[in-house]
């Protein structure tokens, strides 16, 4: 009996070492996040604190956005920032403020700018592409993160006109939302982390809904996001998306 369970292990041994774990493809689970999490049209609303050297500040918002193409914003509170709005048309990104009156075009080197003193930059607020349009992905590990057993994935660019070159991302293996993320320039420096603390279950998919962003190139605590509603496939009227809608 010794001998058939030395044997035994012995093939488990082998096995194991001839036959290591088939992953699912990045791009595979990368087309499962994109289902997840897209939707043809959308209106949200959430708050956005934003930890600086001199205190915590809260900054409230509504959403309408239609496929990875069309954004509007408006900012609700506090009364400082309050009518404060976004319009993105495709790759093309317009503000307007009610203190100047004035809608200014964010384009270049003026997209990689913080949003009213967030972690979050222009360029960031304008990522609603599909990143399996994006990036092309590979398996490279598992790991437990948060008690929740995830792939984790290394991304790469394939277009050169990429905010971020290459990511690294923890998928939820069972919902298939990404956790964390670390964002890197071409040069390989890390810029920037993500990290969902609460996933909901919304009109049967997954949704993250308490996110931290971190710019790791500043100093701080970072700048929280909460998701207080979100209804997915909303009917929007196309107005909205119009330049007109700025003031």
Same mark, same amino acid.
């Given at each position: 009996m010794k001998k058939i369970a030395v044997a035994i292990c012995f093939i488990i041994v082998f096995m194991a070492w001839n036959f290591p774990t088939q992953y699912p493809t990045g791009d595979s689970i990368l087309q499962k996040i994109d289902e997840n999490i897209g939707s043809d049209n959308k209106i949200s609303q959430g708050k956005m604190i934003v930890h600086g050297?001199?205190?915590?500040?809260?900054?409230?918002?509504?959403?309408?956005?239609?496929?990875?193409?069309?954004?509007?914003?408006?900012?609700?509170?506090?009364?400082?920032?309050?009518?404060?709005?976004?319009?993105?048309?495709?790759?093309?990104?317009?503000?307007?403020?009610?203190?100047?009156? &004035?809608?200014?075009?964010?384009?270049?080197?003026?997209? &990689?700018?913080?949003?009213?003193?967030?972690?979050?930059?222009?360029?960031?607020?304008?990522?609603? *592409?599909?990143?399996w349009d994006d990036y092309s992905a590979e398996v490279v590990e598992e790991e437990t993160y948060q008690d929740r057993p995830c792939w984790v994935l290394m991304l790469v660019s394939k277009h050169g006109n990429i905010a971020y070159h290459s *990511?690294?991302?923890?998928?939820?293996?069972?919902?298939?939302?990404?956790?964390?993320?670390?964002?890197?320039?071409?040069?390989?420096?890390?810029?920037?982390?993500?990290?969902?603390?609460?996933? *909901?279950?919304?009109?049967?998919?997954?949704?993250?809904f308490e996110m931290v962003f971190k710019d790791e190139l500043k100093t701080g605590k970072g700048t929280e996001f909460i998701l207080v509603s979100v209804e997915f496939n909303a009917d929007i009227p196309e107005h909205v998306f119009s330049k007109a809608s700025l003031r």
């Open positions: 050297r001199r205190g915590s500040r809260t900054i409230e918002s509504k959403s309408w956005i239609q496929g990875d193409e069309k954004s509007f914003t408006e900012y609700l509170a506090p009364p400082r920032e309050a009518g404060t709005k976004m319009l993105k048309l495709a790759d093309e990104l317009w503000t307007y403020s009610p203190s100047t009156d &004035r809608i200014i075009r964010i384009s270049g080197h003026m997209l &990689r700018q913080s949003v009213m003193g967030s972690d979050l930059s222009y360029e960031d607020m304008m990522e609603d *592409r599909k990143l *990511r690294k991302i923890w998928v939820d293996k069972e919902r298939f939302v990404s956790l964390r993320e670390e964002r890197y320039a071409r040069s390989g420096k890390l810029i920037k982390t993500t990290q969902v603390n609460s996933v *909901r279950r919304v009109e049967n998919r997954w949704f993250p």
